[in-house]
C-alpha cells in the first residue's frame, strides 16, 4: 500500500505539470503496470536486515508519461524502500520505445535509503530501448553504443492490489 501510493506521488506533478503529449496509439498494449521478478540482493535494508529481495517497477500511463523505480524489499516483513525512481516520457515507433527523463532519485548506499525519497529535476535526456510485447511480458533491451554491455530486463503484468 506504501508503495502504491508513492508510485502515485511520483506520478501527480507530472499530471498537474502535463507532458509531452507523445502520441502512443501503437504502444497502447504496454500501458499499465509491470515489474520484474523479485530476485535476492546482497546488502543491509535501512532496518539492518539482509533478507532482501530487489525488483523494478514500471508504469506506462495513456497521456504518455511513465515511472520506473527499484525497489529493495525486506522478506522478513515485506517492508519495501526506493532506492531508485525516475518520471518522464516515453513513446513507441517502429519497434522502439523512447524515455525522456524529467526527474530522477537514486540512493548509493541501501542501507541509507531514505522513507520517503524526492525525486529532483534533471536536464531532460533520452533513452533508446526496443522492446518485445507478450501476452503478459515486456522485454526491454536498451541500445547502447558499441563496446558498452547492456542488460535487457523482462517485465510481466503487475499484480493489482484493491
Known amino acids: 500500500m506504501r508503495l502504491h501510493l508513492f508510485a502515485a506521488m511520483l506520478l501527480a506533478p507530472l499530471a498537474l505539470g502535463g507532458c509531452d503529449r507523445n502520441p502512443i496509439d501503437a504502444g497502447a498494449p504496454l500501458v ?14 535501512p532496518n539492518g ?21 527499484t525497489v529493495l524489499i525486506d522478506a522478513t516483513i515485506g517492508r519495501s524502500w526506493v532506492m531508485f525512481a525516475q518520471v518522464g516520457s516515453w513513446r513507441v515507433t517502429d519497434g522502439q520505445l523512447r524515455l525522456v ?5 537514486n540512493t548509493i ?3 541509507h ?6 525525486l529532483v529535476s ?4 533520452a533513452e533508446r530501448a526496443l522492446y518485445e510485447l507478450g501476452d503478459a511480458t515486456l ?9 558498452v554491455y547492456c542488460v535487457g530486463r523482462t517485465l510481466h503484468r503487475a499484480r493489482m492490489v484493491f
Do not use: K, M, Q
Open 32 to 45: 499499465g503496470g509491470w515489474e520484474t521478478e523479485a530476485i535476492p540482493f546482497p546488502g543491509t535494508a
Open 49 to 69: 536486515s539482509t533478507n532482501l529481495l530487489r525488483r523494478e517497477e514500471w508504469s506506462f500511463l495513456e497521456d504518455g508519461t511513465y515511472s520506473r523505480s
Open 101 to 105: 527523463i524529467h526527474e530522477e532519485f
Open 109 to 111: 548506499d541501501p542501507a
Open 113 to 118: 535509503t531514505p522513507d520517503a525519497p524526492v
Open 122 to 125: 534533471v536536464l531532460p535526456r
Open 139 to 147: 522485454r526491454i533491451i536498451p541500445v547502447c553504443s558499441v563496446g
